[in-house]
Every structure is written in C-alpha cells, then in structure tokens.
C-alpha cells in the first residue's frame, strides 16, 4: 500500500504548494494561518454519536476471515459479508466486478463495492477505503511470506466506514443534506513496493475509469486508511492540499473542534503519498483528501506494523477510530444544502 512520500512525487507542484513541499526537508510543515481556528458553522443537523466499539466490531468480523487478498477464500467471503451488510442498510448498494492484471503478471478478481445513501440526490459526498489486504508482509524481517493480516491497512477504514452506515441508516432525522455513497474499493495493496504508483490501487482506478454511476459526480471525497491505531497522527497530505485544500481545512478544522486536535495535527507533510485518493482527483475531479496515519519522524513514516503481521487487533485503539468516526460523521452533518 501507498508509495513513501521521500521516494515518489511524481507531479511538479505548482504555486504555495511547490514551497511548501520543498523548502524545508522532511519534516512537518506548519499551515499559515491556522493559528486561530474559524468559528463551528451554525450546525445543520446533529450528528449521531459514534460508536467505536461498533466499529472495532466491524474489524473483527473482517479479521475472521483471515487475509483478504484477492482471489483467496477469505477475500471471497469477506466481500460477500460487506455487501450483505451494507445492502440491510443503503437505499442502493452496487457491486462493480473486475478482472485487473497484478504487476506479478497474475489476474485478479476484484469488487468495488458503493452503498448510497439517498441516492436520488444530486448533491452527493464520497467516503472511501480499501477492502483488501497485502498479499505479502514486505516490511516483516522473517515473515515476509506470509499475507498482511489487515487490521488497520484495509480493516480500519471500512470499519469506521460501517459504522458510518449504520448510523445512517438508524438516523431518523432523514441524515446529512448531501446525499452519502460509501466505496469500499478492491485491489489498492496488490502492488510493487519498488515500482510504479499505477502498479497499487487497482480498483480506485478501474472505478474512475468506468463510474458505477454514468457521469457521477460528488462535492468532494474523504479517504480513510490506516485510520485505527494506537497513537495514530495524522497530517495534512500533499495530494489533499493540492486537489482539495478547502476539504482538508475543513476536515481539520472540524477535528480541533470537537476536541481531537491531538490526532488531527496542523501540519503539512512534506510531500503526496499515492493512494486511492489520487486517481480519484486525478482521472474523476472529485477533490478528495486523505486522512492517513504518516508521520515523517519514523524510519518509514508509515506506523511500525505497516506491511507486517503485527497488523492485527492488538494495534486497534478504540479511541482512534472514535476520533476519526466522530470527526467524519461532523464534517458530514454540518454540510448545508446545496439546491
């Protein structure tokens, strides 16, 4: 999954970013004018609290199918538990099937998986992550061979996402303004660490490629990998900063407001890391961000059981996804209506 930021920019930044991103190393970069957070919009609906332990729940079920790398057993029945799932809550859940071909020359059998929330609205926003897990553990000094369990890289996102669509379905009060499509994309961790970006998320780029939806279009997309760990931090990502800045300063801003300033740090990160985002702002236009664990001050950036089979329960921090979920969910109930 995701290409380190210090070993692939493969676009020329442009304007503030361009400066941003290459004067001053590897480390954090401040955001000008964020020393003074704007006032909370007036609210437009409240937002349904979030349950973390709900979402870790979510997890577990997923982890009891074991890894879910595409054309294995376990990646089989995990997709079939996420449609049936979605589809008891979503006015419409789509199933898009794919034959891709792997930089190992194998093919694989991918779903993309869209739950809709409302679908008759125009007026949509786009929540994301990626469903499958690492065939291989490349970071792990002794295990490599073996699958990526998937907790966090995979697990995290899409039990936050769950939870998320739950509450939607629960809500009473008719749900945010905008109408919602959770996507849980398929193929993103299937590819060559030392090789091209396009060689990783493979079902994002099918997706933007051949739309579920003819002509969709959404106000803008919020991504969610490796959103569930313990000690978890997450910066402002370069690709959020250049396609959507106005996304992940609202994101941000509404994360210190409601109290999670701690997790969501005011701080760019020194580069674009490839991820499902990317080729959704790129190929499709949708300004869409990443809320990702990085942190520049480790070794690899990524958290330290990233690619390993340390990624299992015992790194999940409730707190975290209560966090994330909770912030999302905000940002979401506060949007107005757009006609």
Not at 1 to 21: D, E, H, N, T
Not at 148 to 171: F, K, Q
Not at 247 to 268: C, D, L, N, P
């Amino acid at each position: 999954m995701k290409r380190s930021i210090s070993k692939y920019q493969p676009l020329v930044w442009i304007g503030v970013f361009a400066l941003m991103f290459t004067a001053c190393g590897d480390e954090p970069k401040p955001i000008q004018g964020n020393g003074t957070l704007s006032p909370p919009p007036a609210p437009v609906k409240k937002a349904p609290q979030f349950s973390a332990d709900s979402a870790y729940a979510f997890i577990e079920a997923q982890l009891a199918f074991g890894p879910r790398v595409p054309n294995s057993k376990g990646h089989q029945k995990a997709g079939d538990y996420l449609v049936e799932r979605l589809s008891s809550w979503a006015d419409t859940v789509l199933v898009q099937e794919a034959n891709v071909v792997a930089y190992t020359g194998e093919g694989l059998k991918i779903r993309n998986i869209m739950a809709r929330f409302d679908p008759e609205k125009s007026d949509r926003i786009m929540l994301f992550a990626h469903w499958d897990t690492r065939h291989i553990s490349d970071k792990d000094a002794t295990l490599g061979h073996l699958p990526v369990p998937g907790a966090d890289d995979g697990g995290s996102g899409v039990g936050v996402l769950m939870e998320i669509a739950r509450l939607l379905a629960a809500d009473s009060s008719g749900g945010p303004s905008p109408g919602i499509d959770i996507v849980l994309f398929d193929g993103e961790d299937f590819g060559d660490a030392g090789g091209a970006p396009e060689t990783f998320c493979l079902g994002s780029q099918y997706f933007a490629k051949n739309p579920m939806v003819p002509g969709y279009r959404a106000r803008y997309g919020i991504l969610l990998d490796l959103v569930g760990a313990k000690g978890a931090v997450f910066y402002q990502e370069g690709w959020s900063l250049e396609y959507a800045p106005h996304i992940t300063q609202k994101v941000w801003e509404t994360a210190h407001q409601v109290g999670y300033a701690s997790y969501f740090r005011m701080a760019a990160l020194p580069g674009p890391i490839t991820d499902d985002h990317y080729f959704i702002n790129k190929l499709m236009r949708i300004p869409s961000i990443d809320i990702i664990n990085y942190d520049p001050s480790r070794p690899s950036g990524f958290p330290a059981h990233w690619h390993t089979q340390k990624d299992n329960i015992d790194i999940i921090s409730k707190e975290t996804l209560g966090a994330v979920g909770t912030t999302v969910l905000e940002v979401l109930y506060r949007e107005p209506e757009i006609n």
